[in-house]
């Protein structure tokens, strides 16, 4: 072996050899050694995948060492650590990422090319590890990505589904799903660590005794236990050493586990027990913004919640700390109620486990929490029956019932003679089946809560947890939501990421306010050009995509209008549908008339029991079937649903877009984060005054923004006064012929009761206000039709939406958790030999 050591600047001063070389002679090397030593190929029989995993095993070396001196550190510091708790981690596949973040991309795609290979064929083979439905898991990831990137020391720890969020498969136009069965070839980015495997108990009941001290005690006696492995995956910050842990438990059953059952012969049913056991990380609930009650599901959250307690107590016993500074070792962030029972959790685990008083563990435990809601949506809401509760876990239960008699004297004394406010904040829902109320047990246990946008902290404030509000004041929070820009801008759109520096240098890429240089550069007319070439070519490489997954050739020249999230009724794709049903029927009347020509593409999934939504799914294909194909439409309108929307698809979409459509109704989406994707990547949003898209045009300017619709305050009072859809139907001539366009079987072979559920619930019952914002909508789009015809106009807007994104950097709202709620400091490592690395 030949050592390149100090061959690049950037490996100065630290280990460089065969597997830390970054030089592009050491790289290479070690790709050939891992296709020859680790896939056991030669060139002639390798395939793509051989070849993506013995580059991917080559950084992965890259990485350990940035990885164990970040432990080591950390260890020897016995630094304060944020643990952040998620059901769900939408990570995305790691491969680009850490190329980016370790800053060796063109390098080593310079490397690869020498070869004869193509790295982008390459990071295409990964499996994307899809363990999160949507926008919440997605957030976990970017806050990840952005806590190693400011050197705070931090733990992920979640749940490692063996089967992720399904694929989605489009046949004659309807969803079906299929599992996702993403460590089929294994996965390089994990290690396993049985040798800190924790025992979780589950059912049985409880025993009240005393102890041989005389004291009273009480033990659970459950009827399962199961064992949690932890898969460990590093979470590189760009441009530092800092590599923190991403932690997800895998269910078994334990080792010895029903050896009688072995031993008298009943081999299969000891097997079963055993299946049984491992069916609790078998597979991500895809639902978003909706709770089933499913027992399971709750079993999988005790399960990864109980194993990441207990294996923090593990860490903060090795660093030989008393468990009475477990607040001052860790923070705990809550994503959402999914990890809410932490709270009872973490009680039990002080008081039964440990024989801490009480009162000490309470006050451990609410300076340990702090919980982050993401939803307004009552069917989110979590709550459990406490009967099904209870047969899981009957000491939570009673913990709950002792919190909760504690908690309602707090409030008598606050509130004294207010039973109905009693009845409304207790933990315990009791106004006919009993339920426990997970966010009141949040509220409850963490000394934070926040919203993840102005407007829906506010409404948080003044609606759902308006109790809790006038209770502790002092909680509330808001933390607008952010998302990484290396992810997405810097590796998924690196021509774009290319002009900016040469423009403005590369600090950007951490500290994305520094985007804000841009402006002097909008109305730049070489600028422009080059903004717009790229954007330009970012639309044919989608076209191309399109065209070979779709089978359908759309226009790079018209605009891309893109709607992509998961489908939902109050997100109103259906309403975007009306916008296209109403320009095809202008068509149909007058088909010459002037129509700025447009792509409209959409992308999502659909919960698989939600039937509206899928529908909305099928209407979409059976529009786009007969509009892509009539011959009076002349190529002007195009509509493209792209299957299986998830993070690498959405990587190429955010690029290519010129549109970004935000439109649910106001009042309803917390925050968003597409929302903040597509304006960074310089597309401009039609949006209504909802979530994050109230900041983003307050950063933008409102002359760079579409604003339409109701705002919340006219949605809930229009709701108060007696809403009836009818009325607009019965006034608005083109929205009247767009609905009966769809009932009357038009798109549907003649079939009139296909979409009539769809139809009838807008008549009807219009849930979400589609036909109130109809006409608004409609002419909104009329001004971006216009606008878009105006090249130099619409360039102008799209370069300074991308340059006033700086506060939609996930970097900025992981400043201020940490400096807000979390109160922890950012930890230097270095990659010195250091006694640390020796040891
Ligand atoms: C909210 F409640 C939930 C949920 O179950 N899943 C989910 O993805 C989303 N969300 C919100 O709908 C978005 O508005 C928000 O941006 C995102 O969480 C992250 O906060």
């Known amino acids: 072996l030949q050592y390149n050591s100090f061959e690049d600047p950037r490996c100065e001063g630290y280990l460089e050899d065969g597997r830390t070389g970054m030089s592009p002679s050491t790289l290479k090397r070690a790709f050939l050694n891992n296709l020859f030593y680790v896939q056991g190929k030669f060139k002639a029989l390798a395939t793509p995948n051989d070849y993506y995993m013995a580059l991917a095993y080559a950084i992965r070396d890259r990485l350990l060492q940035r990885w164990i ?37 063109k390098d080593v795609e310079k490397g690869i090319a020498e070869m004869g290979l193509n790295l982008g064929e390459l990071l295409e083979q990964e499996e994307e590890p899809g363990l999160g439905n949507g926008g919440l898991g997605r957030l976990a990831a970017c806050y990840l990505d952005s806590l190693a990137t400011l050197e705070i020391p931090s733990l992920g720890y979640g749940i490692r589904y063996e089967f992720g969020i399904f694929d989605q498969e489009i046949e004659d136009g309807w969803q079906v799903e299929i599992t996702d069965k993403w460590l089929r070839f294994g996965n390089p980015w994990e290690i396993a660590r049985p040798e800190w495997a924790v025992e979780v108990k589950l059912g049985g009941h409880t025993d009240h005794y005393v102890d041989d001290h005389g ?19 590093p979470i590189l910050g760009c441009q530092t050493n800092t590599a923190n842990t991403l ?23 000891a097997v079963y027990e055993k299946v049984v056991s491992e069916n609790i990380s078998k597979v991500l609930y895809p639902n978003d913004d909706s709770s089933q009650g499913k027992k399971l599901r709750l079993t999988q959250q005790y399960f990864f919640v109980s194993c990441s307690l207990q294996d923090m107590i593990r860490i903060l016993v090795g660093q030989e700390l008393p468990l009475e500074k477990f607040h001052e070792k860790f923070a705990v962030q809550l994503n959402d109620t999914h990890p809410a029972i932490a709270v ?22 609410q300076r340990t929490f702090a919980y982050t809601n993401h939803t307004l949506l009552p069917e989110a809401l979590e709550r459990w029956p406490v009967e099904l509760f209870g047969s899981l876990l009957p000491r939570h239960l009673e913990i709950i019932y002792e919190l909760n008699d504690r ?4 409030v008598r004394i606050k509130f004294p003679e207010d039973d109905s406010r009693l009845s409304r904040m207790s933990l315990i829902d009791e106004s006919g089946e009993r339920y426990v109320r997970m966010a009141h047990l949040a509220c409850v246990g963490s000394h934070a809560i926040n919203g993840v946008a102005a407007l829906h902290t506010e409404l948080l404030k003044q609606d759902v947890l308006y109790d809790f509000y ?17 992810r997405f801008m810097v590796l998924s759109n690196p021509a774009l990421t290319e002009l900016v520096t040469s423009k403005i240098g590369d600090t950007w890429i951490k500290n994305l306010g520094e985007l804000q ?14 903004w717009r070439q790229i954007k330009q070519a970012n639309k044919q490489e989608l076209a191309a995509y399109i065209q070979k997954h779709n089978g359908i050739i759309v226009d790079p020249n018209s605009i891309f209008d893109i709607l992509a999230k998961r489908f939902h009724e109050y997100k109103r794709q259906y309403l975007d549908l009306l916008h296209i049903v109403t320009l095809y029927n202008r068509i149909k009347a007058n088909p010459d008339i002037e129509i700025t020509p447009r792509t409209f593409i959409f992308g999502g999934k659909a919960a698989p029991g939600y039937f509206m939504a899928k529908l909305i799914i099928k209407l979409i294909n059976s529009v786009a079937d007969v509009i892509n194909r009539d011959p009076d439409v002349r190529g002007r309108l195009k509509v493209v649903f792209l299957k299986n929307y998830n993070v690498k698809l959405a990587q190429r979409i955010y690029p290519a877009a010129d549109l970004s459509e935000q439109i649910s109704t106001a009042g309803k989406e917390a925050s968003g984060t597409g929302n903040m994707k597509f304006a960074l990547n310089g597309a401009l949003t ?22 339409f619709g109701l705002t919340a305050e006219q949605v809930y009072a229009k709701r108060a006064s007696g809403y009836n859809p009818m009325e607009y139907y019965n006034s608005n001539a083109e929205l009247r012929l767009a609905l009966d366009r769809i009932a009357s079987g038009f798109f549907s072979h003649g079939d009139t009761e296909l979409f009539k559920p769809l139809v009838d619930s807008l008549l009807h019952h219009d849930q979400y206000f589609l036909l109130a914002d109809y006409q608004s909508y409609i002419d909104c789009q009329e001004q971006v039709g216009l606008a878009y015809r105006d090249q130099d106009r619409w360039t102008h807007m799209s370069i300074l939406n991308a340059a006033r994104m700086g506060k939609f950097s996930s970097d900025r709202s992981i400043q201020d958790y940490c400096r807000e709620i979390w109160k922890v400091e950012p930890v230097t490592i270095t990659l010195e030999n250091s006694e640390v690395t020796d040891s």
């Open 247 to 269: 932690r997800l438990w895998t269910a078994e059953a334990p080792e010895s586990f029903n050896f009688n059952a072995f031993n008298s012969g009943d081999y299969l049913g």
């Open 686 to 707: 039609i949006g209504t005054l909802d979530g994050a898209n109230v900041e983003i045009r307050e950063e933008v300017g409102a002359e760079n923004f579409f604003l």
């Open 215 to 233: 004291r009273y005690r009480i033990r659970w006696v459950p009827d399962q236990q199961v064992t949690g492995i932890p898969y460990d995956t």
């Open 517 to 530: 240089k841009l402006e002097a550069w909008a109305d730049n007319p070489e600028f422009q050009q080059q």
């Open 344 to 365: 009872a959790e973490l009680m039990r685990l002080l008081i039964d486990m440990h024989h801490m008083s009480w009162d000490s563990a309470w006050s451990i435990t």
């Open 69 to 105: 001196n970040t432990a080591a550190i950390y260890t020897a510091q016995g630094s304060r650590t944020v643990a952040y708790f998620s059901a769900e981690f939408l990570m995305g596949p790691h491969l680009g990422n850490n190329l980016i973040n370790l800053d060796i991309y």
């Open 407 to 410: 908690f309602l004297d707090e």
């Open 470 to 486: 006038q209770m502790y004041p002092g909680k509330f929070q808001n933390k607008t939501n952010g998302v990484t820009p290396r």
